[in-house]
């Protein structure tokens, strides 16, 4: 019981691309234009946001390519990603938490998949939820993963489990997950989603969480002008 009142609380980490025309959501484009989809976009990264400023935590770190703009909520930190593959700036992240919270635990969620519930987060980052936990692992449906969280961070580990992982391949997911089990961590699987990567993701997630601003902002943009809302 002792342990688990001094656990401390889990830093959270965003990485994100700032939702500029042309530098976000390409695979949106068509039917969408590169100013549509960067709205979506910024909608889809403000609701992952405001959604894990509901999950207790430490410190939020929001590990951006660009500038903030007026979808950044209080309450976040903003470092800049370094350069290099994505899969190297996943390392940096992990590397900035474990320097900034030593001893935390950290959690990376990416920006399409804003129907995650704040729920399915703070319970296994509980102190209680995490007891005996050494990992955390989200799968996304198309073979990637939209979450992963070490118990213990830092730089040697996370580019034991994710240095020169091929990024954004059907089997991006099962190279992480076959490095967590060579790693001998005991890793617990949060809910499979579907990340927003073209227009009938798009869909499927604004049926999934109607009230947020991705499928507000999905709505507006499909929704004939002059038609009944």
Same mark, same amino acid.
């Given at each position: 019981?002792?342990? %688990?009142?001094?656990?401390?609380?889990?830093?959270?980490? %965003?990485?994100?691309?700032?939702? /500029?025309?042309?530098?976000?959501?390409?695979?949106?484009?068509?039917?969408?234009?590169?100013?549509?989809?960067?709205? /979506?976009?910024?909608?889809?990264?403000?609701?992952?946001?405001?959604?894990?400023?509901? %999950?207790?935590?430490?410190?939020? /770190? !929001?590990? !951006?390519?660009?500038?903030?703009?007026?979808?950044?909520?209080?309450?976040?930190?903003?470092?800049?990603?370094?350069?290099?593959?994505?899969?190297?700036?996943? %390392?940096?992240?992990?590397?900035?938490?474990?320097?900034?919270?030593?001893?935390?635990?950290?959690?990376?969620?990416?920006?399409?998949?804003?129907?995650?519930?704040?729920?399915?987060?703070?319970?296994? &980052?509980?102190?209680?939820?995490?007891? $005996?936990?050494?990992?955390?692992?989200?799968?996304?449906?198309?073979? $990637?993963?939209?979450?992963?969280? !070490?118990?213990?961070?830092?730089?040697?580990?996370?580019?034991? &489990?994710?240095?020169?992982?091929?990024?954004?391949?059907?089997?991006?997911?099962?190279?992480?997950?076959?490095? &967590?089990?060579?790693?001998?961590?005991?890793?617990?699987?949060?809910?499979? /989603?579907?990340?927003?990567? !073209?227009?009938?993701?798009?869909?499927?997630?604004?049926?999934?969480?109607?009230?947020?601003?991705?499928?507000?902002? &999905?709505?507006?943009?499909?929704?004939?002008?002059?038609?009944?809302?």
């Amino acid at each position: 019981m002792r342990a %688990v009142l001094a656990a401390p609380p889990p830093t959270l980490l %965003v990485i994100a691309k700032a939702p /500029l025309p042309g530098r976000v959501k390409t695979r949106l484009t068509p039917p969408f234009t590169p100013e549509q989809a960067a709205d /979506l976009a910024e909608a889809a990264l403000a609701d992952t946001l405001e959604t894990l400023g509901r %999950v207790p935590a430490g410190r939020r /770190l !929001l590990v !951006l390519d660009g500038e903030p703009g007026r979808w950044l909520p209080p309450g976040w930190e903003v470092l800049p990603q370094c350069g290099g593959a994505l899969d190297r700036r996943l %390392v940096a992240a992990f590397a900035h938490a474990a320097r900034l919270a030593p001893g935390a635990p950290a959690l990376l969620v990416g920006m399409d998949t804003p129907q995650f519930d704040a729920a399915s987060l703070a319970g296994p &980052l509980s102190p209680a939820g995490r007891a $005996g936990v050494d990992a955390w692992f989200g799968p996304a449906e198309d073979g $990637g993963f939209w979450a992963l969280g !070490l118990a213990r961070p830092s730089e040697a580990l996370a580019r034991r &489990l994710l240095a020169d992982v091929p990024m954004s391949t059907p089997d991006t997911g099962r190279h992480v997950r076959e490095r &967590l089990a060579a790693a001998q961590l005991t890793c617990r699987q949060l809910p499979a /989603l579907t990340d927003v990567d !073209l227009a009938a993701d798009a869909h499927r997630v604004a049926a999934l969480a109607p009230h947020g601003r991705f499928a507000a902002r &999905l709505r507006a943009l499909t929704t004939p002008r002059g038609a009944a809302r």
